[in-house]
């Protein structure tokens, strides 16, 4: 299957736009980086209780050609199954290079989609991964606050509808916004607890790339690698009632609750899986109603449908989803 791109190059003299070819999948992955292009801010957000949707996807990584096909294959059945990303796409991490990611989601979507990114560690780690994913975040509508000094753009709150949306940079040291090694640091944990404390939205998400509570891969290096600050990390969620933390880091799909002595068991941990590494690909649709959250995933593999594989519903405003116990123990829909 050949693919129309417009491709754009950076020379010295500045942005020049090349124009347009028609390629086969042997030269998907040879887009060069290009200065991101004007967020749509003339959008309205929904209304508040108008319902509105929204899709969670992590893990893509489409600088190599495989991942690439794989990932405008989850695009496509996205668009054949829910009828594309809804009101924008919760990006959970690890889209490097992340101009790449943006080409090919206004390719299935369209030039003034929406998505908002989470940086992962592989999008930390390199500087010209962070320069773009720090501009393009700074142009993004809706934003009701910015992030901690020294992460500004890379960590920032907005609101939808009558949801109220977190985006959490784990690579934030307090200093700056990609040494880290996957944490919610003091600084970020601050900012993060006034955020909650002043947003008066009835639904709440938070997303971050590394889970708190990882199941298969990266067991001992997630957020678990750093307990007190996890433990405290998830009090708080479950304390303020948020509904879901999205994740990925795993590239496997799974959500669970954890519930303890210390806190309510409310907040669902939703790691997204992946949209182009792996054997399998997920996508998570969402639907905010007025009374309740409906959550939809998908599961399949390139150039095979994609089928619904889990989904369940979370009413707006319950304190307790389920219980777990004082011992602690995971609530699990489990992985795959």
């Known amino acids: 299957m050949r693919s129309l791109v417009c491709v754009a190059v950076v020379l010295f003299a500045g942005l020049i736009i090349v124009g347009c070819t028609s390629y086969g999948p042997s030269q998907a992955n040879q887009i060069e980086m290009y200065v991101p292009e004007a967020v749509d801010t003339d959008k309205s957000p929904a209304a508040p209780g108008e319902p509105f949707r929204f899709t969670v996807m992590a893990d893509n990584r489409p600088k190599r050609a495989s991942r690439r096909a794989a990932f405008q294959w989850t695009l496509q059945e996205m668009n054949r199954l829910v009828d594309g990303e809804g009101a924008f796409v919760l990006m959970a991490g690890d889209f490097d290079p992340p101009w790449m990611t943006d080409h090919d989601f206004r390719a299935a979507f369209g030039a003034d989609m929406l998505w908002y990114p989470a940086v992962g560690n592989h999008d930390a780690e390199n500087r010209e991964y962070m320069a773009w994913v720090r501009d393009r975040s700074s142009r993004l509508p809706f934003i009701v606050r910015q992030g901690p000094p020294g992460s500004e753009t890379t960590t920032y709150s907005f609101d939808y509808g009558s949801a109220h949306f977190i985006v959490l940079n784990q690579y934030y040291t307090g200093q700056d ?128 449908e994609f089928t619904k594989c889990d989904t369940w519903t979370v009413p707006i405003g319950q304190v307790t989803t389920s219980v777990s116990g004082p011992t602690g123990e995971a609530l699990s829909a489990g992985v795959f």
């Open 177 to 304: 916004d990609h040494s880290g090694k996957g944490d919610v640091c003091d600084g970020l944990y601050e900012w993060l607890r006034a955020d909650l404390e002043a947003t008066d939205q009835p639904v709440i998400f938070v997303v971050g790339h590394e889970p708190a509570y990882p199941q298969g891969r990266h067991v001992g290096n997630s957020l678990d690698q750093y307990r007190n600050n996890r433990d405290r990390f998830w009090k708080l969620l479950n304390d303020r009632g948020v509904i879901a933390f999205f994740c990925g880091h795993t590239h496997s799909y799974g959500r669970l609750q954890q519930g303890s002595s210390e806190w309510p068991t409310v907040t669902w941990q939703v790691d997204a899986g992946n949209c182009g590494q792996g054997r399998t690909q997920t996508f998570v649709d969402v639907s905010v109603s007025g009374d309740v959250v409906v959550f939809d995933t998908y599961c399949g593999s390139t150039n095979k």
